[in-house]
């Protein structure tokens, strides 16, 4: 369900913010001079059906934000089995 992908230099990404003045945080460079990856990530309606079948099997339907839990479980696992493979670092907000 979670179909939009889109890599991006954090630098573009912070010198954005700061050159519109935006009210938003830098993301951190990890101390790495020749750019860091970020993955700017988003859902279209194909999100629907894995997350009504996700609440569907949860024990508490009821649970608060269940839409953010059902995202936050979905790319934690997808952090997990990428960190297994390759060493990657992560940070997200």
């Known amino acids: 369900g979670i179909d ?3 890599p991006l230099d954090v630098r573009w990404y912070n010198e954005h913010v700061v050159e519109h003045e935006l009210p938003l945080s830098a993301l951190p ?3 790495r001079q ?5 993955l700017l990530i988003g859902n279209s309606r194909a ?3 894995p997350f009504l079948a996700w609440i ?3 024990p508490d339907p009821t649970m ?3 839409l ?3 995202i936050s479980s979905v790319i934690n696992l997808a952090v997990e ?3 297994s493979v390759h060493g990657t670092r992560v940070v997200h907000d």
């Open 4 to 6: 939009i992908v889109h």
């Open 29 to 31: 460079t990890l101390d």
């Open 34 to 38: 020749d750019g860091t990856l970020a």
């Open 47 to 49: 999100l629907w059906a």
């Open 56 to 58: 569907r099997a949860q």
């Open 64 to 66: 608060p934000d269940p």
């Open 68 to 70: 953010d839990t059902f």
């Open 81 to 83: 089995k990428l960190t």
